[in-house]
């Protein structure tokens, strides 16, 4: 399984980026998807999720509003749109996979499969 992400950089506050992460070597409708973000020294954070079962979508209270996630399963990707950004969005992003996993499981972060990060960063 090899999760791909893409589309980080440098935006100044008030801009906007787009996440995308290509999945391969996994039944990718079968996948609840999601976004989380780490910044040095604290834990990783939880920032948004898809359901497999029904693209439902769910936010952490920091990004809800200014952030949508989205999923494509014929091309095996999973977007996150971020506007409005703000310094404090400043973080490693990671995108995750975890096979049938419900909305507490994805909430709590337990995805099975990772991406290996891009790097935001928002500048005030």
């Known amino acids: 399984v090899q999760l791909q992400a893409s589309g980080g950089g440098w935006v100044q506050a008030g801009g906007s980026l787009r996440l995308s992460c290509a999945a391969s070597?996994?039944?990718?409708?079968?996948?609840?998807m999601g976004w989380l973000r780490q910044v040095p020294g604290k834990e990783r954070e939880f920032v948004a999720g898809i359901l497999w079962s029904d693209a439902t979508t769910y936010y952490s209270d920091s990004v809800k509003g200014r952030f949508t996630i989205s999923r494509d399963d014929a091309k095996k990707t999973v977007f996150l749109q971020m506007n409005s950004l703000k310094a404090e969005d400043t973080a490693v992003y990671y995108c995750a996979a975890g096979s049938y996993l419900g909305y507490v499981g994805a909430m709590k972060g337990n995805f099975e499969y990772w991406g290996q990060g891009t790097q935001v960063t928002v500048s005030s």
């Open positions: 070597g996994l039944t990718f409708s079968t996948y609840t």
